[in-house]
């Protein structure tokens, strides 16, 4: 979710819809970019204190919006966390199933995984731009001073890589994410496919290179007859990263959330910071809970010397555990839990202190606050914080106040 400008001291609210599986899009207008699919964006013009004056379809026909990120021309690059499609076998919804299940994705008209930019005051024209990859999106970032985009990947199974869009012009000018430019993927310079999964050393720069994949699109074949995929799921949502991991790209855990801040690139790692994890390259993917047996991890590249850094390292669930998406103000990070120990909004100071902003006490069945933070932003202001949560509550929450008072 992001927040921009509206009129007279109001914000509009670009929020994702996160659905998995097919059916019937939740809108008709604007068209469906599948008429399969289940997800999209919605656009809400709201007061400071959260009163909605307005709210419409902007995005329909996607799969897993999970996050994405804001654009300064005033849109919102929503990102599908999937690579499903009808060229691929269904995905870990299918449960005990087997692989090579074809029933959800069969009613599937398009392939997933893409990034979409949304308007805040329109509709988006519901084309992906396939030049940035067809992976397992999370976040995007856009950097000014280079114009470039920094995008994550949230691969639960496998490594996830951070990656690097130069579109063909700069984004500026035409106040837009335009498709047909290279994508690459960081790699540390020296340290072949660096397991950074297990990184733990806070405040050390490293220098970083970047690996350009060839392929950001792939297509799986079908059968002879054109009528089941060839593919699983688990071949398919990693046959980008697969491009990046024979140049030598590194290894994280779980990448989420991603914001630009002065020159710097912050993202998060869901569930880095622990031991190395049990993998390697030609591996089946690891069950659950997943690549990655640590609390999180939160990163800085800095653009301007190219050089990545390891910011903060959970030191256990009670502290941070499991941190998504991210947002920042007054160089303070906000990051939303997505744990199992109860769900916080945490901030992390630029000195390394961690502290309280709010805690979800929902209950959730017998469990309190079981539910994620997600999607936090502010007000252009900088009044107001403005947060999701996530999953069987479903529900956006204005907090505004004194944030001078927390140092931001």
């Known amino acids: 979710m992001a927040a921009f400008a509206g009129p007279v001291g109001t914000s509009r609210l670009v929020r994702n819809h996160e659905l998995l599986g097919s059916g019937t899009p939740f809108a008709t207008t604007p068209p469906p970019y599948d008429s399969g699919a289940l997800g999209g964006t919605v656009n809400t013009l709201v007061t400071g204190k959260g009163r909605v004056l307005d709210s419409y379809p902007s995005l329909t026909g996607t799969q897993g919006n999970c996050a994405g990120g ?12 999937t690579v499903n499609g009808p060229d691929v076998f269904d995905d870990f919804n299918r449960g005990d199933a087997p692989p090579t299940t074809y029933e959800v994705n069969a009613l599937l008209k398009k392939p997933h995984g893409y990034v979409f930019e949304v308007p805040a005051d329109g509709v988006s024209s519901g084309e992906p731009v396939r030049s940035t990859g067809r992976f397992s999106h999370e976040a995007i970032a856009y950097a000014p001073n280079e114009d470039a985009f920094y995008l994550t990947e949230d691969d639960f199974g496998f490594p996830s890589g951070f990656y690097r869009y130069v579109p063909p012009r700069r984004p500026g000018p035409t106040r837009q994410l335009r498709d047909g430019g290279r994508l690459f993927m960081l790699a540390v310079r020296g340290v072949p496919e660096a397991r950074l999964e297990a990184a733990k ?5 490293v220098p970083v290179e970047w690996v350009e994949i060839d392929d950001p699109d792939p297509t799986f074949p079908m059968n002879r007859r054109g009528t089941r995929p060839t593919v699983t799921n688990d071949e398919a949502i990693h ?4 491009q990046g991991w024979v140049q030598g790209a590194a290894y994280f855990s779980r990448l989420e959330g991603a914001t630009y801040d002065r020159d710097i690139v912050y993202f998060v790692s869901t569930q880095g910071g622990g031991d190395r994890a049990p993998w390697t390259r030609g591996d ?6 997943g690549f990655g047996n640590g609390f999180g991890q939160i990163f800085a590249y800095h653009t301007r010397s190219q050089e990545l850094e390891l910011v903060y390292v959970s030191p256990g669930p009670d502290v941070l555990d499991f941190p998504d998406n991210i947002t920042t103000r007054g160089g303070v990070l906000v990051s939303c839990e997505d744990g199992s120990n109860g769900n916080y909004l945490r ?3 630029p000195n390394g202190v961690l502290f309280d902003i709010a805690q979800n006490l929902i209950p959730k069945g017998d469990d309190i606050g079981g539910d994620e933070f997600a999607g936090s932003t502010f007000s252009p202001d900088g009044s107001t914080l403005f947060v999701n949560i996530q999953a069987s509550t479903g529900m956006s929450i204005a907090i505004f106040g004194n944030w ?5």
């Open 284 to 289: 089946p993917a690891v069950p659950f809970p």
């Open 239 to 242: 046959a980008v990263a697969e």
């Open 201 to 205: 050393q806070v405040g050390v720069r």
């Open 404 to 408: 001078s008072s927390m140092g931001m």
């Open 70 to 81: 804001p654009m300064p021309w005033g849109s919102w690059v929503t990102c599908e966390e």
């Open 347 to 349: 901030g992390l100071t």
